[in-house]
């Protein structure tokens, strides 16, 4: 049986035990074990991981010495793969998720209603990285490439080029292949490419912007099949 981790780091404790008992109700009525650490700041986390790992991160944003912003950047200059949920009782810093690809951003006291639906999505973007990946190609080399890294893919003839956040993979596959075995976030937005909607940071007029800047073009005959998408995997 595998293990969600997730890491609590606040250093209100009335906030974490709050926080600690919604999620493990989400985890008995889904019937998800998790494994649940407690950080009451970001230099305590700091010093645990990554050697106690976690796959799903609730950050506090405003805590002693160094805030959750800080310690999401350093997450993120280590791995692109935790999870990052910010929790605050400022509405101010609803921005400062998007340069760490924040998952979402709560205002305290954290509701059942907005939570559960966060933990949700979580559990999909965790379970489709553990579980799904495709072995591509990058130069000479055979790698694996989780689903969930992917941004975009770009098609042509019997070819497709997965890139991620900074790098590029091609594999031997066509379009019709690919939309059989993509889950339901990867939505085509053109003719000739496919993007993963959790990637994508805006839309705009008749071209989409992932969270890498990288821009991708919106087709007309897509445009309601990626916006619908775009609000539904989204959780606000």
């Known amino acids: 049986m595998f293990i969600l981790h997730i890491a ?3 250093d209100d404790r009335n906030a974490q035990e709050r926080l600690a008992e919604l999620i493990k109700d989400w985890a008995a009525d889904r019937k998800v074990e ?30 002693k ?3 959750g912003v800080q310690l999401a950047g350093n997450i993120r200059k280590k791995d692109k793969n935790i999870l990052i949920v910010f929790v ?18 709560l205002i ?6 907005k939570l559960l639906p966060t933990l949700d999505k979580a559990f ?3 379970n489709s990285r553990r579980n799904s990946f495709f072995i591509a190609a990058k130069g000479k080399e055979q790698c694996k490439v989780f689903l969930d890294d992917i941004y975009c893919i770009s098609m042509s003839a019997h070819y497709a080029e997965l890139f991620t956040a900074d790098t590029s993979y091609t ?21 000739s490419h496919i993007v993963n909607i959790f990637k994508v940071e805006r839309i705009c007029g008749n071209s989409l912007v992932l969270f890498n800047q990288k821009g991708l073009p919106l087709s007309r005959n897509n445009t309601k099949r990626v916006k619908d998408a775009f609000i539904n995997f989204q959780v606000r």
């Open 108 to 113: 305290k006291p954290v509701s059942a209603a």
């Open 34 to 63: 998790v494994g649940l650490q407690y950080y009451d700041s970001a230099e305590s986390f700091t010093m645990s991981w990554p050697e106690v790992p976690s796959d799903l991160v609730f950050l506090d944003i405003k805590m």
């Open 8 to 10: 609590i780091c606040d």
């Open 88 to 105: 605050t009782s400022f509405r101010q810093y609803s921005l400062c998720g998007y340069n760490v690809e924040a998952l979402n951003y």
């Open 124 to 126: 999909l973007i965790y």
């Open 65 to 67: 010495s160094m805030d």
């Open 171 to 191: 594999i031997r596959k066509s379009a019709k292949e690919l939309n059989e075995m993509l889950p339901e976030y990867f939505v085509p937005c053109h003719r």
